[in-house]
C-alpha cells in the first residue's frame, strides 16, 4: 500500500499499486506549481483516505490543456489527481512511502533553467517523449 497526502494532511489517499513510471518534466508550468517530477497511476488504483473536496484544480487557457490540482488549505500540488483519465500523472512529492522506481525521463529540457542539473542517466528530450 503506498500512501499520500498533502503538507497540511487535510488530504490523504492510498494507492493500491505502484505507480507505472516516473518522470520529471522541466517547463516553466511544472516548475512553478511545484510538481516536476511525477508518477503515473491508474485510476482504478487510486483510493481516498479523505479530503477530496479540499482539492483545487486550476485549469490553464488554452493551448494548455491538463489542469493542476493542489490543496486548497495548504497549496501542496497534487498533479492531475482530479483527472478522470484510466492512467495519469500525480505529483511524486505528494507520496509518503517509499517506491522502488526510479525517474525513467526528462521531458521539456530545452525549458529547463541553467541552475537546474540532470544528474542521472534518464532519456531527455526537449518535449514530450516520442512514444515507444
Known amino acids: 500500500m503506498i ?10 489517499f ?14 516553466s508550468r511544472c516548475r512553478k506549481v511545484g510538481a516536476s517530477t511525477i508518477v ?3 485510476k482504478e488504483d487510486l483510493k481516498w483516505i479523505r479530503g477530496k473536496e479540499q482539492v ?3 485549469q490553464p487557457e488554452p493551448p494548455y490543456k491538463y489542469g493542476r490540482c493542489f490543496c486548497r488549505i495548504c497549496g501542496t500540488s497534487l498533479g492531475e489527481i482530479l483527472s478522470e483519465e484510466d492512467s495519469f500523472p500525480i505529483a511524486a512529492n505528494a507520496l509518503d ?3 522502488g522506481l526510479k525517474n525513467q525521463f526528462h521531458e521539456f529540457v530545452a525549458e529547463k533553467p541553467s541552475w537546474s542539473d ?3 542517466g534518464a532519456k531527455q528530450s526537449d518535449k514530450h517523449p516520442a512514444s515507444s
Do not use: N
Not at 15 to 27: K, N, R, V, Y
Open 97 to 99: 512511502t517509499e517506491l
Open 3 to 12: 500512501r499520500g497526502s498533502c503538507c497540511c494532511e487535510a488530504v490523504k
Open 14 to 27: 492510498e494507492l493500491l499499486a505502484e505507480p507505472s513510471m516516473m518522470g520529471t518534466c522541466h517547463c
Open 40 to 42: 503515473f497511476v491508474k
Open 56 to 58: 483545487a484544480l486550476y
Open 118 to 120: 540532470i544528474c542521472d
